[in-house]
């Protein structure tokens, strides 16, 4: 039993030692563990049965080996902090400029070029990206097939894109919304069109859309110049977020903000910058749309709210909308270089897909339950019938019989 107790004894030993690191063992005295149990004289050691000193030379060989190898671990777990330290180190000096360099974030200017790397454009992956369309002014997707942006100047062209975008977007609205509250007199035709210049004008409209024109034409005249926004306050935001761009600010800029809204993307040049995508996104469509509109109402002669399910109730657009709003919780369309349209599967469509598993077992598990019950009540249900029906009879019975013994 005292032999044994050595053993457990000198083995939790050499346990605990391994977890001592090696620079606090340095400096401890290196004890031979056979000491332990070793006696000092010859004679003492003399009756020390052989199997024991064996069996302590074996163990004293084991613990000398953990201890090895728990040092090259302590070496290999040295090496790796080291080298992981150097690398955030080198993070470190990428992310802070050098001294004496000026301490702006990317965020608070426009860098040009962020597509020079890409060869072919976005918009059109079939062919090169225009040389002047690097991805540096909001809504650049590399789309020129005519290759304008070569010939005429960009900021022109932007300014003239973004203006009838926004005309556009009053006229998406307000084209539908005349045919469906407009008087009749105010129309064109029996079939009540909204008045353009394919559908024709009567006095009352013409005059209308004279005064509207006069009015936009004069604001487009008093911003004409480029440099009309120089000195007013979003015109010095534009002027500090494109300065690496070019001097002309952001084209389209009336300094008109009334609501607050063009910074609810972050104020800085990129959440600025998401605003204008915004903004020039939904114009684009709305071009397209009041495009439709005229082009149709020429070709058949009916209005666009006549039998369309954007501008009569029906239950068709409710559930195509609710359709399209599932589907974007569980997947996403991507647009990469290798495929046009990929349906994609999120990751937090696919933690959402699990929840509906898993709640569709609970309530199938519930189902189950409620069989019995509901088997119950359909039971007591008929049986409630039956007896009512069985009064009925009694009742119409006993009501004949009475009216027979009176007559």
Not at 254 to 261: K, R, S, V
Request: no cysteine.
């Amino acid at each position: 039993m005292k032999f044994s107790a050595a053993i457990a004894a000198l083995f939790m030993a050499s346990e605990a030692a391994a977890f001592v690191p090696a620079t606090s063992r340095a400096a401890v005295p290196t004890v031979r563990y056979s000491s332990v149990a070793e006696p000092e004289n010859a004679e003492a050691k003399a009756k020390v049965p052989a199997g024991l000193e064996k069996e302590l030379n074996y163990l004293e060989k084991e613990i000398e080996g953990m201890r090895a190898e728990q040092d090259e671990k302590m070496e290999q777990a040295k090496e790796v902090s080291t080298s992981f330290d150097e690398k955030a180190e080198e993070a470190v000096k990428a992310f802070v400029p050098p001294p004496g360099a000026p301490s702006i974030s990317d965020w608070d200017r426009i860098e040009p070029g962020r597509y020079n790397d890409m060869e072919m454009s976005i918009a059109m992956p079939m062919l090169k990206r225009p040389s002047k369309l690097d991805g540096t002014h909001a809504g650049d997707y590399g789309f020129d097939p005519l290759g304008l942006t070569e010939s005429l100047d960009l900021y022109t062209m932007m300014e003239a894109e973004i203006r009838h975008a926004r005309l556009a977007m009053i006229a998406v609205i307000g084209w539908p919304l005349s045919e469906l509250v407009a008087p009749n007199w105010m129309l064109q035709g029996s079939n009540h069109l909204a008045p353009s210049v394919l559908n024709g004008f009567n006095p009352v409209s013409f005059l209308a859309t004279a005064a509207m024109f006069a009015g936009l034409g004069y604001a487009e005249y008093k911003t004409s110049l480029r440099l009309n926004s120089v000195g007013t306050e979003l015109g010095q935001k534009h002027k500090s977020d494109m300065q690496d761009v070019w001097k002309y600010g952001v084209p389209g800029d009336y300094n008109f903000d009334p609501l607050g809204l063009y910074s609810a993307f972050g104020d800085n040049a990129v959440g600025r910058k998401a605003m204008r995508e915004l903004e020039i996104s939904h114009g684009r469509w709305a071009m397209v749309a009041i495009t439709a509109f005229a082009a149709w109402e020429a070709l058949t002669g009916h209005a666009v709210v006549e039998n369309t399910m954007f501008f009569e109730p029906n239950a068709l657009l409710p559930a195509l909308g609710l359709g399209w709003f599932a589907f974007n919780q569980f997947y996403e369309i991507e647009n990469t270089e290798q495929y046009l349209f990929q349906v994609k599967m999120t990751s937090e469509g696919q933690m959402r897909a699990e929840e509906v598993k898993r709640n569709a077992g609970y309530l199938a598990e519930s189902a189950k339950d409620l069989g019995p019950m509901i088997e119950n009540g359909i039971e007591t249900a008929n049986d409630l019938k039956e007896k009512y029906d069985k009064f009925t009879e009694d009742y119409t019975e006993s009501k004949m019989a009475y009216t027979k013994k009176d007559q």
